[in-house]
């Protein structure tokens, strides 16, 4: 099973980007899709999460500027960035919780992060 993200980019603030992953493979269901981001010098954070039903969570910082989205069928989760602040500059992660059979267990994998500057 492969993450593969995109859509990172350097933006001003105030503007938007649009980010996705899609998980690749040999996957059975997909549980929760999250996207997370890692500034420099300090700890990886979560910013929104969305589950296999629709329900999404966002971290306190990102309510109302951030929307998590996904596509079951591609097992794909998008990240509309809205109103960019400098503080969002970070590397964004997505993971997905997921099973690779009928009778596995759920297990996590992370894609290869992408990178969203945010200039002031």
């Known amino acids: 099973v492969q993450l593969q993200a995109s859509g990172g980019g350097l933006v001003q603030a105030g503007g938007s980007l649009r980010l996705s992953c899609a998980a690749y493979g040999s996957i059975f269901s997909v549980e929760v899709m999250s996207w997370y981001r890692q500034a420099p010098g300090k700890q990886r954070e979560l910013v929104a999460i969305?589950?296999?039903?629709?329900?999404?969570n966002y971290a306190d910082s990102v309510k109302g500027r951030f929307t998590i989205s996904r596509d079951n069928a591609k097992n794909t989760v998008w990240l509309q960035m809205s109103s960019l602040k400098p503080e969002d500059t970070a590397v964004y992660y997505c993971?997905?919780?997921?099973?690779?059979?009928?009778?596995?267990?759920?297990?996590?994998?992370w894609g290869q992060g992408t990178l969203v500057t945010v200039s002031s």
């Open positions: 993971n997905a919780d997921l099973k690779r059979s009928r009778v596995g267990g759920v297990n996590r994998y």
């Open positions: 969305i589950t296999n039903g629709g329900s999404t």
